[in-house]
């Protein structure tokens, strides 16, 4: 459906978009995706990491078994392709009223988290109702810091949903792109291979997550619920849909530098997270084989941290970058993702320092003389 259509009447599109696939045979798609991800999340083993200290001393635990979780998930949706029960395509033939439905699911969700947060009587830092008084404000950035459901951490199993969905997503895609042209091209397979690692990864590191802006700082509201499992998966995964009807020659030297600029923003990307996390489990740690340095006996300075103040933010955009290089110049639609996330995380520097700056005081002016670079060094 073209944008025009769209813009000329929402709500018919809506109900198009809506109406082949039956609103509710999709729900019940979602909602089943949903269901086994808490279940394998419920009953495989993993590690339990204690989560950062809240304002009222106490501390949540999270079971990091998103790995086990996903390749069970992944096994279990080969066998049930192979046996002919679910269509490799599915997500590529319906992705729009998987889109739609998914948002509705959100909208929906914030609601009800929403009332649940203004009628809690709990007086946790998590679940306690941390109310603006502005109704919209309220909603879109949510009341409640970690709300839960039947035991389930919401916001820490919402960010699983939308990565293992973005790369159900792409793979859905790539099949669609095997099945009509009989295989992958170079661009498509960068792609993949690229998000692949990216999102394994995730997984193989989801501990890490514990200690980010989104877990410690944010509340739950209609903002990271419709961000994680709307935002996340159907438009990072754009790219995969332009090179489904866009072909592009990529030459061997392009896809070169294509993987070095992933692997160099990965490395850089990968490595800053670990340094902190490890740091804040261990101060003690080794860093680059020597103990961290440390400001105030809090702020690292060691490692990518002693050479800007979100290195890991740039690693992020250079590898968000890498995933839209193979997709030519030519338009720059492909470009959505890591055009999106440059302002993100130029907006979301700017916030954690005014956060760090509140909490350090005078650490913080401290680590700026000694890291005077926040992004980019000798840059920005
Ligand atoms: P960070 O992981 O950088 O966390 C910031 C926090 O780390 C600060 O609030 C502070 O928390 C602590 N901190 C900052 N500097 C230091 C230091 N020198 N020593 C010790 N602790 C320090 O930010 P995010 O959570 O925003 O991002 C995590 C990752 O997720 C990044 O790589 C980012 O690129 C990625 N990301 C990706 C997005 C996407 O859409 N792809 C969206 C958002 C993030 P404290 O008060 O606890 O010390």
């Known amino acids: 459906m073209s944008w025009s259509v769209i813009l000329a009447d929402p709500v018919r599109a809506l109900m198009e978009l809506i109406e082949p696939f039956k609103l509710g045979v999709l ?23 204690a989560g950062a200290l809240l304002a009222d001393k106490t501390r949540l635990h999270y079971k990091c078994n998103g790995l086990p979780s996903l390749l069970v998930l992944i096994a ?7 046996a002919g029960y ?25 609601l009800w988290l929403l009332v649940r947060g203004y009628l809690s009587k709990s007086k946790s830092e998590s679940l306690k109702p941390h109310v603006t008084g502005n109704l919209i404000e309220d909603w879109w950035f949510g009341v409640q810091l970690n709300p839960d459901f039947l035991g389930l951490d919401l916001k820490f199993f919402w ?25 992958l091209s170079l661009s498509m397979t960068l792609f993949q291979t690229f998000c692949g690692i990216y999102v394994l990864d995730y997984f193989w590191h989801e501990e ?34 332009w090179l489904l009807s866009h072909s592009v020659a990529i030459t061997p030297a392009a896809a070169v530098v294509n993987v070095l600029v992933f692997l160099c923003g990965f490395a850089v990307f990968r490595e800053a997270n670990k340094q902190k996390h ?33 290195c890991n933010y740039l690693g992020d955009i250079l590898v968000a970058f890498s995933f839209s290089l193979m997709c030519g110049v030519s338009s720059p639609v492909p470009y959505f993702y890591p055009s999106y996330l440059f302002i993100l995380l130029l907006w979301r520097e700017r916030r954690d320092e005014a956060k760090c700056s509140t909490k350090y005081k005078e650490i913080w002016k401290e680590y700026c003389k000694a890291v005077p670079w926040r992004i980019l060094p000798y840059i920005y």
């Open 86 to 110: 679910i269509s490799p395509t599915v997500i590529a033939d319906h992705g729009g009223q998987m889109c739609t439905t998914t948002f509705m699911l959100c909208v929906v969700m914030s």
């Open 159 to 183: 960010i699983r949903v939308g990565m293992m969905g973005w790369l159900l997503i792409n793979l859905s895609v790539a099949a669609k792109q095997y099945i009509n042209q009989g295989s």
């Open 208 to 241: 890490y997550m514990t200690s980010t802006w989104d877990i410690i700082a944010e509340k739950f509201g209609f903002m990271l619920i419709f961000g994680d499992v709307v935002f996340i998966p159907f438009t990072f995964s754009i790219q995969a849909w």
């Open 76 to 82: 279990g949706l080969g066998v049930g392709i192979k």
């Open 278 to 310: 490890m740091f804040k489990q261990d101060p003690k740690v080794l860093i680059w084989g020597e103990p961290a340095k440390v400001i105030g006996g809090r702020l690292l300075v060691s490692g990518f941290w002693g050479i800007a103040r979100h």
């Open 27 to 49: 729900t019940g798609v979602v909602l089943g995706y949903l269901g086994v991800l808490a279940l394998l999340g419920a009953i495989l083993p993993g590690r339990t990491i």
